[in-house]
């Protein structure tokens, strides 16, 4: 029964630790992520080492079913548009990343091989980190699409890359050849699998009509792949890029099924960024610590300027190209997975290697979650609306009013009802409302946004006259953009004429606006001033 209590546990606590990220203005999974460090091994041991072995499996299942949902982002006729710097940047950042950190393993170990799978391992990247931030903000355009093929391309080497080397590890000099063989066969049978497969699915979903049929065939056919991989031990990963990948370009359907499977997909999501929380090793971090500063400095610094140079001599401009080398620092899953694999040769030097990558995993993960998002907002592919709106949600919102009300009313006793004809609008308005000048910036704007916690926002004069409202919906279509910032002003954004209150109208009236209008917030006006504001959610909890 420990698996169900835990697993409720983590998905309660999801909701305030990803709110918690969003008030600091970051991305939702970084506050899954925290809260399994907190839940873990290392600080509260809710979510303890035993309990992470036996979900092994689940995590598994997650990385490849996120990366399955990365292959779906893959569309062949886009793919054209940007393979260049791509290839580019992959070549770059791959050559500078396998010289130096194979460097730093052979200064560590003293052993080609070892340095060499050390540095492969280094090359991984954090798809399923990207994918979720990008999904998370609704980031959509060319330079979301180049990331994410990047990190298709760059982690498909690296898995085909260590699979030839770790029986040289594993195995020794004992018929090498062979394993060696036998990897390449896995890895290339992976591939023709979720090949197959994908066109499978892509044939039911054709015929399939029923929205629940169409979830469950999804769901099925990929659990039957990766089912199907894991007791062949070959490669869930590749299975699924290539699984998703095909059902992009084949289902005529995709788009459908991938909107049915929205909650399953933020399940999965909680539940993986949670047990990688867990599974960070806070211990390692401090007994590596020289070798950790050594590994990030040189990993970070050749991911970024090698992709940097690759990408602007495969053709990005160069803000595009800075911003695409930001966005590919994280590391996570696969990098995990392998040093554990290496790890268990059981050899003291591999050990290290294997210490520092896990260590290291801590860093990378949360400061390439948040320059990932700070790319994106740089390129103009989040938009202000999206960044605002989420950090309008309350923490914790749990009218426990209104449920102790109904609770009593269903259990028989009667409650004071409230006499909605006495009230008036001064008795559930907010007053002394944050308000904007008309020579306020955007910068101004998006900050007074984040503090006044509404859907919109009063314009005053110089002696304080009510002049009309910005509305957070008109930002919708707004990219954070240099030049906005500087020529955009409230005046720009003003709307007059908007419906408005006093304070001695009636809350009836005020629900009467509000059902004929479509605003969350009508501003308090007396004597062409405004005094306060009042939202439809203070009429709904108090009424």
């Known amino acids: 029964m420990e698996i169900f209590f835990k697993t409720g546990i983590i998905l309660v606590l999801s909701i305030p630790f990803g709110h918690l990220a969003i008030r600091f203005k970051l991305p939702r999974i970084l506050g899954y992520i925290t809260g399994g460090v907190i839940l873990g091994p290392y600080v509260f041991n809710l979510i303890d080492k035993n309990f992470l072995k036996s979900v092994e499996p689940f995590y598994v299942f997650s990385l490849s079913y996120i990366l399955f949902l990365l292959g779906t982002k893959l569309k062949i006729k886009k793919i054209g548009e940007f393979i260049r710097p791509i290839l580019f940047a992959f070549l770059f950042q791959g050559i500078l990343s396998l010289i130096f950190i194979f460097l730093l393993g052979f200064f560590i170990t003293k052993n080609f091989l070892f340095s060499l799978i050390f540095s492969v391992i280094a090359l991984a990247k954090a798809p399923a980190t990207a994918l979720a931030v990008i999904d998370e903000y609704e980031a959509e355009g060319d330079f979301s699409r180049s990331v994410l093929f990047f990190m298709v391309i760059n982690d498909l080497v690296v ?39 994908g066109f499978i699915l892509s044939y039911l979903e054709a015929r399939t009509e029923s929205d629940i049929n169409l979830t469950f065939s999804a769901i099925g056919i990929v659990l039957f792949l990766f089912g199907l991989l894991e007791y062949f031990e070959m490669s869930p990963y590749i299975g699924a890029i290539f699984l998703g990948f095909v059902v992009s370009n084949a289902s005529i359907k995709h788009k459908k099924v991938l909107k049915n499977l929205e909650f399953f997909d933020n399940l999965v999501y909680v539940m993986f960024f949670f047990l990688a929380g867990a599974g960070m090793h806070l211990d390692l ?24 140079f690759g990408a602007l001599k495969g053709g990005f401009e160069h803000e595009e190209a800075k911003n695409f080398s930001l966005s590919l620092l994280a590391q996570a899953g696969l990098a995990i997975g392998f040093a554990l694999l290496i790890g268990t040769s059981g050899t003291e030097t591999i050990v290290k290697l294997k210490n520092t990558i896990l260590a290291s995993v801590i860093i990378f993960e949360t400061v390439g979650v948040i320059l990932l998002r700070k790319a994106l907002l740089a390129v103009g592919e989040i938009k202000i609306f999206h960044v605002i709106e989420r950090e309008l949600e309350p923490i914790f919102d749990l009218h426990l009013d209104k449920i102790i009300k109904e609770f009593l009313e269903e259990i028989g006793i009667k409650t004071k009802k409230v006499n909605v004809k006495e009230l008036k609008v001064k008795h559930l308005m907010m007053k002394v409302p944050l308000t904007l000048k008309p020579s306020d910036n955007l910068d101004k704007i998006i900050e007074s946004f984040e503090r006044a916690r509404c859907n919109f926002l009063p314009v005053v004069d110089e002696e304080g006259r009510y002049l009309g409202s910005i509305i957070l919906y008109d930002l919708e279509e707004l990219s954070i953009d240099k030049t906005l910032k500087k020529l955009l002003v409230a005046q720009d954004l003003i709307r007059v004429g908007l419906p ?26 007396e004597n062409e001033k405004i005094v306060g504001i009042l939202s439809r959610r203070d009429i709904i909890r108090f009424v």
């Open 285 to 308: 971090l401090i007994f590596m610590l020289p070798f950790v500063i050594m590994y990030v400095i040189i990993r970070g610094l050749s991911v970024y300027f090698g992709s940097y």
């Open 500 to 525: 408005s209150l006093e304070p001695e109208d009636s809350i009836e009236k005020a629900r009467e606006i509000f059902r004929e209008k479509n605003f969350d917030s009508l501003p308090v006006i």
């Open 159 to 197: 898995i085909l890359l260590f699979s030839l080397l770790f029986p040289l590890i594993k195995y020794g000099n004992n018929d090498i050849l062979n394993q060696i063989y036998l990897s390449f066969l896995k890895f290339i049978s992976s591939g023709l699998l979720g090949i197959i497969f």
